[in-house]
């Protein structure tokens, strides 16, 4: 990094001998996994300087925001409505949790049998090594699943939770269910507000939605040009832009994005890409990836795939719908945020048939040979949904392949198996 | 049993050898379980005949009730309002769920990390031996956890399944929680008007309120005899009771309570038990226990224990509250109804506070010293308020022992050797 950081980082209350351990490991991790790549677009320099300054430059950004007055909101979910944040002139954050780290700590207070998701940002909570945790003036919680709604009631007194906010959230799109959800993010945008000392107006709402909506444009045009042969973005350079635009300045993420989307519609042109023309083209479909989880995505590619599409919350999911900017009231334009969210379809809801719907239509525009379909152990709705997505994407000539896993490494040989045999069948 | 019921059997599609083998390990269980118990109360003797003809007498009844076009509703969850089934004259009986059973069929549909009463119940289904099910005319599932919440949407499908109904539950106990457990009832009640062809009305409404509290008030009087030391009847056996409530004819069973609180009262004045006075006294508190799952309480017994209260939903938790009466519509009997369940404490709420303050009043009224949590494993939302309320019951020291475990009894001994040091501990 650039610039010493420890003092930021002390006065953060981190843990600085063990964040030293996890940044080593993180730029090791990141080294070997992404700078390892050949023929990667000019652009993605701009991701590895992120990186390389991922608790550095970003969190100094945020502690100079704070000191601006401004409130700084950290999440684990896309159901937290960032509109309503950079109205108020806040700034959202993702928060830490995609890493086996501080597991023993976390089991303390979990079953074993919890998700890593949820394990892990307890890890990083108690061994205290997640900035963007403690600089966050709010985290914001919310009911989706089982294991997360039970965790958010002991995370709120763990270590660098200065608050804790819980959304409830609906399991149904029912009519009832869209009601809870509007009265959700209104309740939360009064909380904001209070939070911020500010009020939303119909302009910063409308500003706030545009900002969000031109992240999202960006990724929708990032999406458009994989579906070139050859793809013309590794999967996982395309699922670390995902990560990222959960932690970036937004504008700085948006024109970052569409500047490698220049440089990927020449290579489209030019017929170049990163894989061989032919080379087998997966969809992965399922649970969402946080940083530094790029364990399955780097399986796939050093078998000679190439990933075309993320079925995810940290990919298309979450990205796929743009929010409505009509409405001439507060109000208006938050029922239309409310809408745009009832549309993500999480293995939460019951039922979920857009989901299988998305992922058929992301394997046909993207031209995927096979869908590998990625849960997260002991995550219930995206397993249990995961057996269906199969049968139904088999029933539909769409070669399937279902992997659980956590984050260690250590089914790394047996996942790489599993995934060279798939693609022996796919291009079989 | 008295009687040849395997015509009946084959007619409800049952699998006649796999059932076979099923009742005759059930019989060698229960055998084993309960008729080796000292000083069982005579009316016991009731409980032992309904379970000798569990499969065979109550299913000959559901199927006379048919006969003479009665609907029987079958369900998994204390969620599921008995008092609107019996008003339109319907019959209301708890399914298939305690026994590892069919496990590896159901591993077909579900993975393997799902809790054992979800693949209990699949397994029941996919290897064609629950008559319960059969017999259902509908059976009536509920969001409450993930696992059956995702589990009910592949649940539809499965063998012996005629029809599935399922409600939305709340996560919260908001306002707008407890509008849609109203909602959801109105619903379920007119959908239990078009399936059994009748109407409720304010006087079937409210008789079939009196029958299910009847039910209760006589289990409040089963729980409050054991508060007596020594204990006038065993956990196991008053577990069975409250297993057969979900089963049995609600007037028979309402008067075998009774009958069998007569002979405790008696018992409890002349200071006759089933252990000996100051034998460590256990409250048992977490997951549902459903027949033949006696394996916790038959180890705990086992040891010199006695178990004194659960609080679960086959025990306290489903029986503890009445329903109100009063009301002139049946949209107003509907809203008590609802009022009276939105008090049930299942873990799946959140926050859940209500919980906890339930266990520490049962460990006093019921002079217990100690309590053993129970999680089904796999089981999210107890499993991870387990952690919550053991150290709230050991910060108020009461001595706590978690128990996370699944149907199988391969970790029998370990779980006898942590209970007998407990034992050893709440008695030191």
């Known amino acids: 990094m650039s610039e010493d950081y420890r003092p930021m980082w002390k006065g953060l209350g981190l843990d600085l001998e063990t964040h030293d351990a996890l940044l080593a490991a993180l730029g090791a991790g990141y080294a070997q996994t992404f700078l390892t790549q050949k023929d990667r677009p000019e652009g993605m320099k701009y991701f590895d300087f992120v990186m390389s300054e991922v608790h550095g430059l970003r969190v100094k950004e945020l502690m100079d925001a704070k000191a601006a007055g401004r409130k700084v909101v950290g999440s684990f979910c896309v159901y937290v409505p960032e509109e309503i944040v950079l109205a108020l002139d806040g700034v959202h954050v993702g928060l830490c949790a995609g890493a086996e780290f501080g597991y023993a700590e976390a089991e303390r207070f979990l079953p074993r049998n919890t998700c890593g998701l949820i394990k892990s940002f307890f890890g990083f909570s108690l061994t205290r090594v997640c900035p963007y945790l403690s600089a966050s003036d709010l985290v914001v919680g919310e009911n989706t699943c089982d294991g997360k709604k039970k965790a958010y009631e002991i995370f709120k007194d763990m270590p660098l939770v200065h608050e804790l906010y819980v959304m409830d959230l609906p399991q149904v799109k029912s009519e009832r269910g869209r009601a809870l959800l509007v009265d959700e993010y209104t309740k939360f945008a009064r909380k904001m507000e209070a939070l911020a000392g500010r009020k939303l107006t119909v302009d910063n709402l409308k500003e706030g939605i545009a900002r969000v909506n031109a992240k999202r444009s960006a990724m929708h045009r990032l999406a458009k040009l994989r579906a070139a042969d050859p793809a013309p973005i590794s999967g996982l350079d395309a699922l670390l832009a995902n ?96 809408d745009r ?4 379809d999480c293995a939460v809801f019951t039922p ?21 379909h990625y849960g997260i152990q002991f995550c219930n709705p995206y397993q249990i949904e995961g057996g269906v997505v199969e049968r139904e994407l088999e029933k539909a000539k769409i070669p399937t392949l279902r992997i659980d896993t956590d984050y260690s490494m250590e089914d790394a040989g047996q996942i790489r198996t599993r995934v060279e045999a798939f693609l022996e069948r796919i291009k079989g």
């Open 243 to 338: 990560q990222v635009f959960f932690y970036d300045d937004p504008e700085r993420f948006t024109g970052s994005v569409n500047a490698i989307c220049d440089e990927l519609e020449k290579r489209v042109e030019a017929g170049k890409g990163v894989a061989k023309k032919g080379a087998p083209r997966v969809l992965v479909s399922g649970c969402p990836m946080a940083v530094p989880n790029w364990k399955l995505p780097s399986i796939v590619e050093a078998c000679g795939a190439v990933i075309v599409g993320e079925e995810s919350c940290v990919g298309e999911r979450g990205t796929r719908n743009l929010t409505a900017d009509k409405g001439a009231t507060v109000e208006a334009l938050i029922a239309g945020i409310a």
């Open 341 to 344: 969210y009832f549309q993500v």
């Open 352 to 372: 979920n048939p857009a989901r299988l719907e998305h992922v058929k239509a992301m394997a046909d525009a993207y031209q995927a040979d096979g869908v590998i």
